[in-house]
């Protein structure tokens, strides 16, 4: 089996940040996100934030070199080549954040050594998960129109992978777990 990066995307608050620490935790590569975003925008979740994340100023992130470069909600986010090349060759298993741009990137370029999963949510969940994080109504419809008018809910049609991420952790957790074949077979 090839070294793999995998892209987890959907919308925001379907739980990408959440299964990417418990990977990280098991031994799966990350590898981060650079962005012009400012750490400061981050006041729900700021060291989920931290972990994910390298801040960068909009002047030093066109001096980079990205291999992925795209944007979301008017900050610029990017993938450092040499760290996703390094992963490829140090890691078996590899995992980023992705949209829909990053994931039609990444396929071209990585092709066999590619795969994307989709966290499939419904309103209610996402909703209920940004209450948790302590977002304003303001703040969730707009979280809620920009993924509507920008086709996150649509990402899963060009997706490798779609999981159900509604219910049970420990699930989704388990099938991403299998589609990356990390899981051990039942012993008889």
């Known amino acids: 089996m090839n070294n793999k990066l995998y892209a987890l995307v959907g919308p ?10 418990e990977l990280i935790r098991r031994g799966v590569n990350y ?3 650079y962005t012009t975003r ?3 925008s981050y006041v729900h979740n700021p060291v989920s934030a931290a972990k994910m994340y390298r801040f960068i100023e909009k002047e030093d992130f066109f001096k980079q070199d990205f291999l992925v470069k795209i944007t979301y909600k008017g900050e610029y986010y990017g993938m450092m080549k040499q760290e996703i090349l390094g992963g490829l060759q140090n890691h078996k298993h590899n995992v980023v954040i ?3 741009q990053g994931i039609k990137q990444l396929s071209k370029l990585l092709k066999d050594n590619f795969e994307s999963i989709y966290l499939m949510v419904d309103y209610v969940t996402l909703v ?4 948790h994080l302590k977002h304003s109504n303001d ?7 920009y993924a509507e008018s ?3 809910f649509d990402t899963w049609k060009i997706s490798t992978h779609v999981v159900k ?4 952790f420990d699930s989704t957790l388990n099938q991403i777990l299998a589609i990356m074949g990390m899981t051990a077979p039942v012993s008889k």
Do not use: F
């Open 12 to 21: 925001h608050a379907c739980g990408k940040s959440t299964i990417i620490q």
């Open 31 to 33: 590898i981060p996100l």
């Open 38 to 40: 400012s750490p400061d």
């Open 98 to 100: 992705a949209d829909v």
């Open 128 to 131: 209920e998960r940004m209450l």
């Open 139 to 145: 703040e969730i419809k707009y979280h809620i129109e």
């Open 150 to 152: 920008n086709g996150e």
């Open 165 to 168: 991420n509604i219910i049970s």
